[in-house]
């Protein structure tokens, strides 16, 4: 029996599609999410204003962006992470698109993602060397915490619900659970 081979998508094919489209590009496959629940806006804005805040107070010229911005890894893999952190030494990598790796992104779980964040693009983002990645569950209420370690993701911290959450990359950066998931 033979089966239809499944078209690959480019870089090429997704420059195509209208600008806003709910698509990623994930290892060739075109993946569709639907719009974000408003808990998930709410979290991901507290989360934003924590890192805006910090990065004011401890005078990092470094850039927050928040989602939906395009990430550009390869001719396969355009993602749209939900934050992003570039520091000022790399802010040449912010063009139309991000060219490349940021130094830390988050990823806020919600049921049609989670495989994708917690599998294909976490490989993605450890494989193009993003530092730090957090990868925050609204249902669970925790935050995990993985930074990269001769290459390969290791669980740095656990935080739940009333915890903090402390950054690596960025010393001094702390997530109050108990104010994201309020």
């Known amino acids: 029996m033979l089966t239809a081979e499944k078209k690959k998508y480019t870089v090429d094919d997704y420059m195509m599609l209208e600008e806003g489209a709910p698509f990623q590009l994930i ?45 550009y890894f390869d001719d396969g893999n ?3 992470p939900d934050l992003i952190f570039i520091p000022e030494s790399r802010k040449n ?16 779980l919600s ?8 599998r294909q693009k976490k490989d993605i983002y450890q494989k193009y060397g993003v530092k730090e990645y957090i990868v925050v569950d609204p249902i669970a209420l925790n935050i995990d915490l993985y930074y990269l370690k001769n290459g390969v993701y290791e669980l740095h911290q656990k935080a739940e619900k009333t915890e903090k959450l402390n950054s690596v990359l960025l010393p001094g950066l702390s997530f109050d659970l108990s104010k994201i998931f309020a």
């Open 27 to 71: 290892n060739y496959d075109l993946v569709m999410s639907p719009a974000p629940i408003p808990e998930h806006q709410i979290i991901s804005g507290r989360l934003f204003n924590a890192i805006s805040f910090f990065l004011m107070q401890s005078n990092n010229n470094g850039v927050a962006i928040y989602a939906p911005v395009d990430v």
């Open 78 to 80: 355009i993602v749209q």
């Open 93 to 108: 990598i912010i063009q139309k698109k991000i060219e490349g790796a940021p130094d830390l992104i988050i990823e806020i």
């Open 111 to 118: 049921p049609s993602n989670a495989y994708y964040d917690l």
